[in-house]
């Protein structure tokens, strides 16, 4: 009898077990819905930066980035440390989207929109956002863009100020 009585309780863990593991695969399924839609949120922003012609929505879609960026490192906890692998200076090619060059690339691409319409405040803001939110190795491209568009800033305020006093 006692056999019996352990067959039968093992054969009711053993159909409850599923049943558990189905719940929690629909926490896991929901929580990556909201990941998904997060995601899709900070990809019509960066699209939405480069598709702008208006320097102020581009502007205001870099700091949107950026803050969301803020929630994101939040949310996920500390970043692991950089690896010392060399890191490529141009742009690379990635199979997913990484939210921070995301928002590195809006800030580059609303400075140099900024400097081509002669907004020089504008291009510097976004320049100095792009050097100071993002010194990882992985973004060294574009802080050595924002930096090249800093040099350019100050050499035409040199070239203008030497010209005031001829």
């Known amino acids: 009898m ?14 409850l077990m599923p049943i558990g593991g189905c719940d929690t695969s629909r926490q896991s399924s929901r929580s990556s819905l909201y990941d998904n839609g997060r995601f899709m949120d900070l ?3 960066y699209t939405h930066c ?14 949107r ?7 994101i490192d939040s949310a996920e ?3 692991p440390p950089e690896s010392n692998e ?6 690379t090619v990635r199979l997913s989207a990484d939210p921070a060059a995301m928002a590195a690339a809006c800030a580059l691409h609303a400075g140099q929109a900024a400097l081509g319409m002669g907004r020089p405040h504008v291009a ?4 100095h956002m792009v050097i100071t939110n993002f010194p990882q190795p992985r973004y060294r491209y574009y802080v050595a863009q924002a930096r090249l568009g800093l040099e350019h800033l100050d050499a035409a305020s040199h070239a203008a100020l030497g010209g005031l006093t001829m």
């Open 2 to 15: 006692r056999r019996e009585k352990r067959w039968w309780l093992m054969v009711v863990l053993a159909l």
């Open 65 to 71: 980035l950026s803050q969301a960026l803020d929630t």
């Open 50 to 63: 480069y598709r702008s012609e208006d320097l102020d929505a581009m502007r205001t879609d870099a700091q």
């Open 124 to 127: 510097r803001e976004m320049f």
């Open 43 to 45: 990809w019509s922003t």
């Open 77 to 79: 906890g500390p970043i």
């Open 86 to 91: 060399l890191v490529p200076l141009g742009p």
